[in-house]
């Protein structure tokens, strides 16, 4: 498995429609609000990496594709996936990877452990 950013990242997009209907908006109060179907949609995209050996990547990536995609929601009805800005998802996913190795309490085996640190050594800036 590559472990550059950007071969990850087409990975996963591939894995996504290639454009995501953001309707309907469900607001929750406040300025909170939901997508309907989209954390089910990453659930079920995400559930198929789940004890393989990319799942700590992907995982992670995932989910942070879908915080940028809930962020654009509020903007727009429907978005290609290949227009999101790559560099907005790359800050959560590295983020939710720094975690990993900074917080135990995650629970992250020693072999997630060890990939996030490969992962962040093949992806010096």
Same mark, same amino acid.
């Given at each position: 498995?590559t472990l550059k950013f950007n071969d990850l990242l087409v990975?996963?997009?591939?894995?996504?429609?290639?454009?995501? &209907?953001?309707?309907? =908006?469900?607001?929750?109060?406040?300025?909170?609000?939901?997508?309907?179907? %989209? #954390?089910?949609?990453?659930?079920?995209?995400?559930?198929?990496?789940? #004890?393989?050996?990319?799942?700590?990547? =992907?995982?992670? =990536? $995932? &989910?942070?594709?879908?915080?940028?995609? $809930?962020?654009?929601?509020?903007?727009?009805?429907?978005?290609?996936?290949?227009?999101?800005?790559?560099?907005?998802?790359?800050?959560?996913?590295?983020?939710?990877?720094?975690?990993? %190795?900074?917080?135990?309490? %995650?629970?992250?085996?020693?072999?997630?452990?060890?990939?996030?640190?490969?992962?962040?050594?093949?992806?010096?800036?």
């Amino acid at each position: 498995m590559t472990l550059k950013f950007n071969d990850l990242l087409v990975k996963a997009f591939l894995d996504w429609p290639q454009e995501i &209907d953001l309707n309907p =908006l469900v607001k929750g109060g406040d300025e909170r609000y939901s997508i309907k179907g %989209l #954390g089910q949609m990453s659930d079920a995209i995400s559930k198929g990496y789940i #004890g393989t050996s990319e799942e700590v990547m =992907l995982r992670n =990536l $995932h &989910d942070a594709i879908y915080e940028v995609l $809930h962020g654009v929601a509020a903007y727009t009805t429907r978005i290609k996936i290949s227009e999101l800005r790559p560099e907005a998802i790359r800050i959560r996913f590295e983020r939710r990877l720094q975690n990993a %190795l900074k917080m135990p309490e %995650l629970g992250y085996l020693s072999e997630d452990i060890k990939l996030v640190k490969r992962y962040f050594s093949t992806n010096e800036k």
